[in-house]
């Protein structure tokens, strides 16, 4: 089916996208070429494992097929090949990072619904499946997740997601559903990009406790 | 039947405390909305859901039941707007905090008995929902766990737990188990705070390895 | 049957191994006693939990016996009693710690074996089974794990478990398979300790996103 073939393809470029991020931050550690590949890997794969864990959706993905382990080791660590072409390749890196961003939120929703799960933990799965890859890279990085200080990348991930359940359970046709989501999502995480959109911040300091 | 009702409220009780001191932990991080609900979400159910995914115990309590995870997203956000209040509450606050850790330590220890497990790992699992909410939320917020250096927070939880087996497997009734291990628990860390009991650390520097 | 017998010794000094380093590291950090039984724990049993989890292999090794708990906690304890000697145990110390990464490395290749799964997941889980319990430990004490700039730590891990995978599709006896392998993987470490053979590292530097 063609609808299922254009998702897999996206999801494909996301989770290279997503070990590139995480092979450039390892680089950014000075980790050896081992630590690049674990944290490509975690980066790429975290989130969807996070969510089929949490949902007892067994086996994982890439323990059914671990060629898409392959790639992204490959990817890794391809990327510190091309990491001095990095400079000019930043905004071309950035498209595909919230291209990656938006298609993870929509098939963690979509899976979820197909599970058979409620609309309100297919929104939590995509969210985690959108974000929690970015996290477990910066907890294995040492490093507060960025995601949490960043302009508007969960909440791009929680609209996408919300986007894709309301389509979806108004009855409309799924290609529409998947088309819509993304390109807002994408489109979102672009502006809040160029215009330094950001979510209010929460300063709390406090000597007691 | 009452007995379960009052244990759903008090525990029910602990998930807001914890998911608001996972807010004010965030808040001292400069985190942005998205990373205070995450931070809430993750101390309130951390721990649970650690637990269940290590038993195999599917599916979780929030993917069945989604309205938890509301009323922690609104206890999250809440927090932000209450947090100036924080200063005078600091006391209410701290015995909503002693009494989650108690309850999460009965009720982790309890649901593993129920699912048939041995009392002694009914005792690791009440700990691991006892303390692993704030051990997730520290790392969230890249600082080394708090309960790992705090008076008396990870004994108070296995006394509860191992209290709690004692009085169940003696065959005392379900009501009496749970009030004198929940008092137990409750008293036991109101009493750490207040004359600053702690148990000993161990340094250890060295140039080996 | 003695194979499996043997294999269970040298685990069971494996987890012994790792738990004593999981609570030196907590001294380091100059937890309390409680935090150097969990972070000991955790080391111990982290990389084989995460791999069952992983591969939803219920109940976990510990859950069904928690014999084994003890034998760790207690372990982390004396290591605080025993910490004064590490100074002359040292070098005991680093040979037992490599026994343990070639014997985790080797169990966690052929349990996924046994349970059906393709060669490639076997290498992935034994690599995981490996090196994780020490990635856990550095992230609970907040610092970046130590095997991603450490000399050969990762790799010895992988050139284990393709040895013994190797070994094992070709149709070589048990017993050959797994005394070769642990040989290599346990040689291969002490020379990388002895001559600091080290794997390239990935600087990468970016003002860009």
Redesign the interface.
Known sequence: MQETQVVLVLWFIGIIAEAMTG??A???????????V??GCATAIGGG?LRD????N???IW?EN?HY??AIIVASLLT?VI?PL??YL?KL??TIDALGLAVFSVIGTQKTLLLG??P??AI?MGVITGVFGG?IRD???????L???KEL???VS?VTACCYVILQTTGTAPWISLGVSLFLGFSLRMLAIRFCW?????????D??
């Open positions: 092979a450039l390892a680089g950014k550690q000075k980790m050896d070429l081992f630590g690049v674990i944290v494992t864990i949490m949902l007892g067994y086996p994982l323990v671990w382990l392959v510190v990491a990095m400079h930043a890196f950035l799960f409620s309100p933990v939590v996290v907890i294995l990085c040492n490093q507060m997740p995601i949490f200080r990348y969960g909440i929680i950001s979510v209010p911040t929460f300063h709390y300091s406090a007691e406790k």
